[in-house]
């Protein structure tokens, strides 16, 4: 059974920067895709950033592009995502997402059925 854990959440100022982890268990990591979602307060959940399984192609939602950057390390079955000035525009409980579809064409990452619990990130402006 996949298990995924979040951690790296909390409450940060404006301006401030967080890093997310996700440990992955129970499954194969080197040759899975990887993503990271957030959904905030009645809106539908989002990708936030994507990373392809051998790490070098990613993708970024418009709103991130430049402040977040996500990242796998394959020994430690773990996925990261590094977040710099932070706005408050940012607050959001943060999933990570483990085996989804990476379409190269597109540019897509599409969900795979494995979820963390997620870890609320909460920005004071």
């Known amino acids: 059974q996949v298990q995924l854990t979040e951690s790296g959440g909390g409450l940060v100022q404006a301006g401030g920067s967080l890093r997310l982890s996700c440990a992955v268990s129970g499954s194969t990591f080197s040759d899975k895709a990887m993503g990271w979602y957030r959904q905030a307060p009645g809106s539908q959940r989002e990708l936030v950033a994507a990373i392809r399984s051998s790490g070098i192609s990613t993708i970024y939602a418009d709103s991130v592009k430049g402040r977040f950057t996500i990242s796998k390390d394959n020994a430690k079955n773990t996925v990261y995502l590094r977040m710099r000035d932070l706005e408050p525009e940012d607050t959001a409980v943060y999933y990570c997402?483990?085996?989804?579809?990476?379409?190269?064409?597109?540019?897509?990452?599409?969900?795979?059925?494995?979820w963390g619990q997620g870890t609320q990130v909460t920005v004071s402006s």
């Open positions: 997402n483990v085996g989804g579809t990476w379409d190269s064409f597109r540019g897509r990452y599409s969900a795979g059925p494995s």
